[in-house]
Structures are given as structure tokens and as C-alpha cells.
Nanobody
Framework: QVQLVESGGGLVQAGGSLRLSCAAS????????MGWFRQAPGKEREFVAI????????YYADSVKGRFTISRDNAKNTVYLQMNSLKPEDTAVYYC???????????????????WGQGTQVTVSS
């Protein structure tokens, strides 16, 4: 069992930055690929980024590529999402998720992930 707790959300002006954190419980954190998703009001939850069990495999949604950076610290059981150049359309609840494995095809599917956090709100004002 893995429990995930996100933090770091808040209100920021367009062009600003935020860093989200997701702390995981348990001693098997390094066994999981970690993803970030987001859900805006009235929209479906969408894939943002994923990082493999090591840091060698990292992928981003096109909408955030070049602006967001995902990283992990296995010693701290934590995954991060550094968000720069934020836009109003980045406003959403951001969720982290853990999955045992992934492929380029499955990484954007919610069903690829076994555990989810409760989410943290990010609001970007124009």
C-alpha cells in the first residue's frame, strides 16, 4: 500500500512559478513510476508528466513541455513538479499517482496507476 500526499499548490499570477511536492509513505517508493495529472473544472483529468523508477525515463504532455519539470528523490520518498511560466489554463487540481510500470502508450491513462493522492489546487490568475 502506498499513500500519497500532495502539497505546494496555491494562487499565482500568470508567468509565475510553483513547485508541487508529493510525499509517499511506505518503503517501496522507488519501485513505482510516478505521474502527475490535473483536472480543471468541467474537464476530464489529464496527464501532465511521468518519471520512471529511476530518473532515466521522463515524459511530458505537449501542453507543459518546456515549462514543467518532474523530478524525484527516492531517499525522501518524494516526487516534485516544478512549474514555470504558468498560464491561466494551467489552473486545475493537480494529482500525483503511482504505478508499477508504464509504456509510452499507457502512461497517460489513469488505469495505469494504482495509487492516487487527494490533489492540490493550483490557480493561475491573468
Amino acid at each position: 500500500q502506498v499513500q500519497l500526499v500532495e502539497s505546494g499548490g496555491g494562487l499565482v499570477q500568470a508567468g509565475g512559478s510553483l513547485r508541487l511536492s508529493c510525499a509517499a509513505s511506505g518503503r517501496t517508493f522507488s519501485s513505482y513510476a510516478m505521474g502527475w495529472f490535473r483536472q480543471a473544472p468541467g474537464k476530464e483529468r489529464e496527464f501532465v508528466a511521468i518519471i520512471g523508477r529511476s530518473t532515466g525515463s521522463i515524459y511530458y504532455a505537449d501542453s507543459v513541455k518546456g515549462r514543467f519539470t518532474i523530478s524525484r528523490d527516492n531517499a525522501k520518498n518524494t516526487v516534485y513538479l516544478q512549474m514555470n511560466s504558468l498560464k491561466p489554463e494551467d489552473t486545475a487540481v493537480y494529482y500525483c499517482a503511482a504505478g508499477a510500470q508504464f509504456t509510452r502508450t499507457t502512461m497517460s491513462r489513469q488505469t495505469n496507476y494504482d495509487y492516487w493522492g487527494q490533489g492540490t489546487q493550483v490557480t493561475v490568475s491573468s
